[in-house]
T-cell receptor, first 118, second 116 residues
Framework: AQKVTQAQTEISVVEKEDVTLDCVYETRDTTYYLFWYKQPPSGELVFLIR??????QNEISGRYSWNFQKSTSSFNFTITASQVVDSAVYFCALSEFAGGTSYGKLTFGQGTILTVHP | GAGVSQSPSNKVTEKGKDVELRCDPISGHTALYWYRQSLGQGLEFLIY????????KSGLPSDRFSAERTGGSVSTLTIQRTQQEDSAVYLCASSLFLGQTSTKQFFGPGTRLTVL
């Protein structure tokens, strides 16, 4: 069965520091999708990125970057020059293809609480 | 509205009562998901709808939980004879159905259910 592990329960940094959130996943499927979502204090999950298992290119979006490594089954997320507004819970999630029977349902990690202090 | 909406935002009920939670997905999104977020279990999948049918109900924790979707739009999650362990935030998400590809899901603000 699929599993997502976010070993860091809480991270606390000072503004402008870089921070990396770790995500390790387990799946037997060769086709799968990885996601990161942000949950700010308001509670609504906000989509950040989706990556399929055949695309190992790293991606950068502004201050955000993602490092996907199939060899270590990891999909880590880095925030450069963190800001107070980055404070939130961040979830990594996995969706297997499962021959088309997973229907895109997400398996989430436990989340990492990021607090950025001014 | 442009996003997924859920109602009520908060629901307090007494143990043993039935509750109904509502989800309005983004217009045109044929896929709809219910998840539950609780302190002990994290974020868990409950049920998936494609149109009005539910091909995956594998996450429903017991037969006290049921859900329906009508008109390929609004969905209702019903919990009968609520128990204290049902206390959680119930999240609804919708997405475009693109064949068998996992597209990004848009989440609603959730319904916080408290069972006394």
């Amino acid at each position: 069965a699929q599993k997502v592990t976010q070993a860091q329960t809480e991270i606390s940094v000072v503004e402008k520091e870089d921070v990396t959130l770790d995500c390790v996943y387990e799946t037997r499927d060769t086709t799968y999708y990885l996601f990161w979502y942000k949950q700010p204090p308001s509670g609504e999950l906000v989509f950040l990125i989706r990556r399929n298992s055949f695309d190992e290119q790293n991606e950068i979006s502004g201050r955000y970057s993602w490092n996907f490594q199939k060899s270590t089954s990891s999909f880590n997320f880095t925030i450069t020059a963190s800001q107070v507004v980055d404070s939130a819970v961040y979830f990594c999630a996995l969706s297997e293809f499962a021959g088309g029977t997973s229907y895109g349902k997400l398996t989430f990690g436990q989340g990492t609480i990021l607090t950025v202090h001014p | 509205g442009a996003g997924v909406s859920q109602s009520p935002s908060n629901k307090v009920t007494e143990k043993g009562k039935d509750v109904e939670l509502r989800c309005d997905p983004i217009s045109g999104h044929t896929a709809l998901y219910w998840y539950r977020q609780s302190l002990g279990q994290g974020l868990e999948f409950l049920i998936y709808f494609q149109g009005n049918s539910a091909p995956d109900k594998s996450g429903l924790p017991s037969d006290r939980f049921s859900a329906e979707r009508t008109g390929g739009s609004v969905s209702t999650l019903t919990i009968q004879r609520t128990q204290q362990e049902d206390s959680a935030v119930y999240l609804c998400a919708s997405s475009l159905f693109l064949g068998q590809t996992s597209t990004k899901q848009f989440f609603g603000p959730g319904t916080r259910l408290t069972v006394l």
